[in-house]
């Protein structure tokens, strides 16, 4: 694809974000809960399209892993159908007045949230992420373009379609919603040059992605890094809720970026809450890999220094014996990616403590790490998880697919001096 065709595409979607930007709330609801019902009533032909994905991809020998994030079915189509309708349903933040005060002249001065413009999507696999991102950038008022990875080809086109189709009756410009044409990796690159088009990037996949996009980017970039989520297990934690917590943030799907990677036990718990840990892992068919501390204690392969900082997507777990809060406060802050953190304490001031202090775009009391989704936390979906600060830090919902400008109501008021 040539740097002019979609650059076009660009174009097309500056023109819809325009309108879109303008757009009655009950249109854009319209529109969201059309895509609910097609996702509903046009399911048979998405899972024949993302199986079609599916035997490519196991064909190419796509690891058991990413074959999981791009795998549609009636759950995941389920929950997409019911974030869409609670993303209907939310207010819509598109001209909120903020913050309104007067001054003392008699203006009235306020900040008033806005559309970003033209969101710039770059992901791989994971199908759903399409409805998600698309979803949510219509309701803040965006039009989006969205690369997918090749595995999701067909996913993404069948999607795609149906989006547009729902755009189209709501009387919403159907450019608003875009898919690249293109499974060349060079149009990575092209939508990273598209100054004055898009007015943000958000690159969604591994290592590699991310730190090209935010290499090439000439536009801002909202990064959605890797997980190397920990859980501490304080010496006050309920040693039953701990073994739950951790084996539901390693089994559940440890292919996604929000499952358990590593294990902090506090010393004086180890004999005791290890063998727990073991054989619930064991049975699970999880390997564990511990320091020395922790293979005095139960079988391990021994882990190595790269080991803490590995986002193994798989049914692998790290284990670390310390001696203090203090200590996994370090190692968390040394090797963790700001992604998200677990304590498991009965000790209210060790809590708050681990709250105040760790630097992760969700931080736990007694919790699982795989709450850290944006439908989980109330925000019907997430675009992606940001582990930067500017703009938004932690899954983004609308809210943070919006900005502010000010706004100032007057009465004739001149400047004097």
């Not at 309108?19 to 009950?26: K, N, R, T």
């Not at 598109?94 to 770059?122: A, C, D, K, S, T």
Request: charged share 25%; glycine share 8%.
């Amino acid at each position: 694809m040539t740097i002019s065709a979609l650059s076009a595409l660009a174009q097309a979607a500056r023109e819809a974000a325009r309108l879109l930007a303008s757009a009655s709330p009950a249109a854009k609801n319209q529109a969201l809960l059309g895509i609910a019902e097609r996702l509903r009533s046009q399911r048979e032909p998405l899972l024949l399209a993302n199986q079609k994905d599916l035997e490519a991809a196991q064909a190419a020998g796509l690891p058991p892993a990413k074959l999981d994030r791009l795998r549609l079915n009636e759950r995941i189509l389920g929950d997409l159908v019911e974030g869409l309708r609670q993303i209907a349903a939310m207010p819509d933040p598109v001209g909120e007045i903020e913050g309104l005060q007067i001054r003392p002249n008699g203006l009235q001065v306020g900040r008033m949230r806005i559309p970003l413009g033209v969101i710039g999507f770059i992901y791989e696999s994971r199908p759903n992420a399409t409805v998600e991102a698309s979803a949510l950038s219509l309701k803040a008022g965006n039009a989006i373009l969205l690369r997918g990875g090749k595995e999701a080809f067909h996913s993404n086109q069948a999607l795609v379609r149906l989006m547009q189709e729902a755009l189209q009756e709501a009387d919403l410009p159907h450019q608003a919603i875009q898919l690249v044409p293109t499974t060349d990796r060079r149009a990575i690159l092209e939508m990273c040059h598209l100054s004055g088009l898009l007015d943000l990037i958000i690159p969604r996949g591994g290592k590699e992605l991310i730190e090209l996009v935010q290499r090439e980017a000439r536009m801002p970039v909202l990064a959605h890094a890797e997980g190397v989520n920990h859980l501490f297990v304080d010496e006050s934690a309920d040693l039953e809720a701990a073994v739950r917590i951790a084996l539901n943030g390693k089994t559940q799907r440890p292919s996604t970026c929000n499952s358990l990677e590593k294990v902090l036990v506090h010393q004086a718990i180890a004999p005791t809450f290890l063998p727990k840990l073991a054989q619930a892992m064991a049975e699970a068919g999880v390997e564990l890999r511990g320091d020395e501390r922790t293979r005095a204690i139960i079988p391990a392969k021994p882990a190595q220094e790269q080991d803490w900082r590995t986002e193994y997507l798989d049914l692998i777990l790290a284990v670390k014996v310390v001696d203090s809060l203090e200590e996994a406060l370090e190692h968390i802050a040394r090797y963790g990616s700001r992604h998200t953190e677990v304590i498991c304490t009965e000790h209210h001031a060790h809590a708050l403590r681990f709250l105040r202090e760790v630097d992760a775009s969700l931080v736990l009391v007694n919790a699982s790490p795989r709450f850290n989704d944006g439908f989980q936390l109330g925000l019907g979906a997430e675009i992606g998880i940001s582990t930067s600060k500017l703009h938004a830090y932690g899954p983004m919902g609308v809210r943070e697919l919006t900005t502010t400008k000010f706004v100032a109501l007057g009465q004739g008021q001149v400047r004097e001096g």
